[in-house]
């Protein structure tokens, strides 16, 4: 007999059936029954990472010493950033591993806005990550020159706020910024589109691409993107605290200065000259030494996502977040479920909010009673993120399956009104 869509032996079908599969290997899974839906904030641990690090601290550090500068570390931010140059659609020269996603935002902003002279007005929306707009507070409030954060409300807190971003572009407008995947709500803005209407009206374009490296395709230079940052340990598995990246479109780089200018930017570094002169390309968006350890590790994340490919990849991020979003309707919904992601899956990345009024106490009873492991976005977000390398559609569906059991059970009272932190 042919099995329901809500079945489990459905899920088993499409698991069965899965191309990606194999890439499960690719990880380390201590606890195999752990159902992990948080990738889109620390990816799991690569199972080349434990050997990898042994080895950079044993012998390359250990036994190499200083010499491994020139074995190896003084490249690894160009060379780990060609690898991730080809997830975006990037060249390999303009795309670096440098510092975090903050850091790098607010050296790029600067230099935007510095090239932008005598405009005034940065756009972007209230969906954007906050971190994000704090940085541009503190750009702005640096700079001291007049500059505007205009934020455009989002029409219903899920999808971006296209109409009212294309009408606040204007003459005076210096840059938009966006996260192309928006953390909580997971909406994914059309990035040629917006980035198109960016430029007709002069202004620079900046995008965040931390929720979607590694899950969403993007083509930078399809899109004629300017500016790009992104993160190392969501999707692309580099760990805790992984170093992020930055692109600048080739004609753009030696128009930009870094406004972090350090001796890892400088051109002749082990001159040590007493002036900074920029170094060529890329190299000067960097600035102090990077962390090595963290940097190598993020190598190991970047190729097995490399291996399996983008479209495949988004296939089948695509087919399981469409596959969580009928379970959802089926057994969710009746329960008091709301879905706070789009429906439409062009619109989306890789990860689905289902908002309930209780739903802190529902994350808090899944991580500490029924070994699933999602994350919790105020005011009542329950993410849910999806990493389609090792990911099965039978996480989802034991994970539907339990978020309708905390609620039919009222398992959730258990928990006290102020439960803890969820990150
Ligand atoms: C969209 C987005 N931008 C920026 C950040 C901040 O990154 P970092 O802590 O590396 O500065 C995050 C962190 O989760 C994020 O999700």
């Known amino acids: 007999m042919t099995p329901m869509r809500t079945d489990l032996a459905y899920a088993e079908a499409l698991d069965a059936a899965d191309p990606l599969a194999p890439f499960r290997q690719h990880f380390s899974f201590p606890d195999p029954a752990l159902i992990y839906l948080d990738g889109n904030s620390l990816g799991r641990l690569p199972a080349a990472s434990p050997a990898l690090s042994r080895h950079i601290v044993e012998h390359t550090w250990g036994d190499r010493l200083i010499r491994s500068w020139n074995e190896g570390w003084f490249d690894l931010p160009e060379r780990i950033g060609a690898k991730i140059a080809r997830l975006i659609g990037a060249d390999a020269d303009e795309v670096i591993v440098a510092d ?180 060529p390309g890329l190299r000067r968006f960097l600035t102090g030494t990077p962390p090595v350890l963290s940097l190598a590790l993020l190598e190991t994340g970047v190729d097995v996502l490399l291996e399996a490919g983008m479209p495949a990849l988004r296939a089948k991020s695509v087919q399981q977040t469409s596959y969580l979003i009928d379970l959802w309707e089926a057994h969710l919904a009746p329960l008091g479920y709301a879905l706070n992601s789009p429906r439409d899956p062009q619109q989306r990345g890789s990860h689905i909010s289902l908002g309930h009024p209780e739903g802190l106490r529902i994350a808090r009873t899944l991580i500490d009673e029924l070994n699933v492991l999602p994350d919790f976005r105020a005011p009542d977000n329950i993410r849910l993120g999806i990493a389609p390398l090792y990911n099965t559609f039978a996480d989802i569906h034991t994970a539907v399956q339990r978020m309708a059991q905390v609620v039919a059970e009222r398992l959730y009272e258990r928990q006290p009104k102020s439960a803890a932190v969820v990150t």
């Open 100 to 279: 975090s996603t903050s850091v790098n935002l607010f050296k790029l902003a600067v230099a935007a806005l510095r090239q932008q002279a005598g405009r005034t007005r940065i756009l972007t929306d209230d969906l954007n990550f906050p971190s994000d707009l704090y940085i541009l507070q503190g750009a702005i409030d640096l700079l001291g020159r007049g500059h505007r954060l205009e934020v455009v409300p989002s029409p219903d807190g899920i999808h971006g706020p296209v109409d009212g971003l294309t009408a606040a572009l204007d003459a005076d407008t210096a840059l938009l910024t966006l996260s192309h995947t928006v953390f909580k709500s997971s909406y994914t803005y059309d990035m040629a589109q917006i980035t198109q209407r960016a430029h007709a009206a002069g202004a620079l374009m900046l995008w965040d691409l931390s929720h979607s490296t590694g899950s969403v395709p993007v083509d930078l230079h399809a899109a004629g993107a300017d500016l790009a940052i992104g993160c190392g340990y969501k999707y692309l598995n580099g760990g805790p605290g992984a170093p992020a990246f930055l692109y600048i479109r080739r004609d753009l780089q030696e128009a930009l200065h870094n406004p972090i200018s350090g001796w890892m930017g400088q051109a002749n570094l082990f001159a040590f000259g007493l002036d900074y002169t920029p170094a």
